[in-house]
């Protein structure tokens, strides 16, 4: 197809509703049955999200990320602190997921404050990763310029071998604590159901967003 013909692409999404009858009250628990459903159809995409945060001046970036757990204390990942969305996050920690599940046509976006997890999980985690994920992570200023690809070789290269990696001191975990969460699932002719579930006096209060 001819770039001309882009505002031409479009799709229909006729797989489901959702009914406020059948949406569960606990937003962790409709999170919960829908990522269920998302790593059925495509375990290995389904935990990816875009995480969305902005510096100090307003000026937003996003990027995907995967989603290493959650439950109703919040929801985790791991980075390097010194990386871009890492600096973004420790210096204005109001933060987006964003969820989006095509086969299924469903989209969650969840918002929130952002805080570092405990020195202890971000160290279990390092080390339940495969060595080379741990070894890439040791040898990389993640978001910061590097002469060659050549550079990161030679440090990886340089790793000693049959010896546990030590979690850098710059690389750990992030929890987002939601106050808001909007599940929409695709319908025909744009006329999308949208649902958010906003915290108010320490109650999840659900309204139905127009599409």
């Not at 797989?15 to 290995?44: I, S």
């Not at 964003?98 to 999980?121: C, H, M, N, P, T």
């Not at 000693?160 to 604590?177: A, L, T, Y």
Request: aromatic share 10%.
């Amino acid at each position: 197809m001819s770039l001309e013909k882009l505002s031409d692409v479009r799709r229909e999404y006729r797989l489901a509703g959702l009914h406020e009858e059948n949406l569960l009250h606990n937003p962790f628990k409709q999170f919960e049955a829908w990522m269920e459903d998302a790593l059925t159809v495509d375990a290995k995409d389904a935990t990816s999200m875009t995480l969305a945060t902005a510096s100090t001046e307003g000026i937003p970036s996003a990027r995907i990320v995967l989603l290493k757990g959650f439950d109703e204390k919040g929801f985790t990942w791991f980075t390097n602190y010194g990386s871009e969305k890492g600096e973004q996050l420790q210096a204005n920690p109001n933060a987006e997921l964003l969820f989006y599940w095509s086969a299924l046509e469903r989209q969650v976006r969840i918002q929130g404050r952002v805080e570092k997890v405990s020195r202890d999980e971000s160290e279990s985690y390092f080390h339940s990763r495969p060595e080379g994920s741990q070894k890439s992570a040791a040898v990389s200023s993640q978001t910061q310029p590097v002469e060659s690809r050549a550079v990161l070789e030679e440090r990886l290269a340089a790793l000693p071998e049959s010896q546990q990696i030590p979690c850098p001191d710059n690389w750990g975990g992030f929890k987002m604590v939601p106050t808001r969460f909007e599940f929409w699932q695709g319908r025909e002719s744009r006329l999308h159901d949208r649902f958010r579930f906003e915290i108010k006096d320490g109650e999840w209060q659900i309204s139905r967003l127009q599409p």
